[in-house]
């Protein structure tokens, strides 16, 4: 059961990775190109973000479930780990979805978003601040602290 909840864990955090990895970049490069290119990216970027925040929740739960059936107290490596989890999580819900929203809502309302837009920015910025809370977390993890 054990190694069942380890790759379960690891998958998790592989989708979870991967999920928004490339989500501001196209965003400002499809934005770039104009219309009629911007009109695809909801149905792109929204399901992106929303499989980030449920593969973050299935990483932390089973992390969880794997420290339970270990039946051991948690090394401060996993600890920390968890918390900037935790935070990562905070960070696309407060953050990156928030940003995303503002742009999708000037998209459906017919206006053209340039790429240089502070909301497309700040999906930069978000999205940077979480992949690299999403690496420290890792390496926290992986290796012995």
């Known amino acids: 059961m054990n190694d069942l909840l380890r790759f379960l ?4 955090a592989s989708a ?10 196209d965003v400002r490069r499809t934005l770039a190109l104009g219309r009629p290119y ?5 149905a792109r970027v929204a399901p992106a973000i929303t499989l980030d925040v449920v ?7 089973t992390g969880l479930l794997v420290l339970a059936f270990q039946g ?6 996993i600890m920390i780990g968890f918390t900037l989890t935790l935070i990562r999580i905070v960070v696309v819900l407060v ?15 017919g206006q053209d978003v340039p790429p240089a837009d502070p909301a497309v920015k700040r999906m930069a910025m978000w999205s940077g601040m979480a992949h690299t809370l999403w690496l420290i977390a890792l390496a926290t993890m992986v290796f012995p602290i």
Do not use: E
Request: hydrophobic share 55%; proline share 6%; no cysteine.
């Open 95 to 109: 953050g990156l979805r928030p940003a995303w929203r503002a742009i999708a809502a000037r998209l459906a309302g």
């Open 16 to 25: 979870w990775l991967g999920a928004t990895l490339w989500v501001a970049g």
């Open 72 to 77: 051991v107290h948690p090394r401060t490596g």
């Open 38 to 42: 911007p009109a695809g990216l909801a």
């Open 55 to 61: 593969m973050g929740v299935a990483t932390v739960l």
């Open 9 to 12: 864990h690891i998958l998790s």
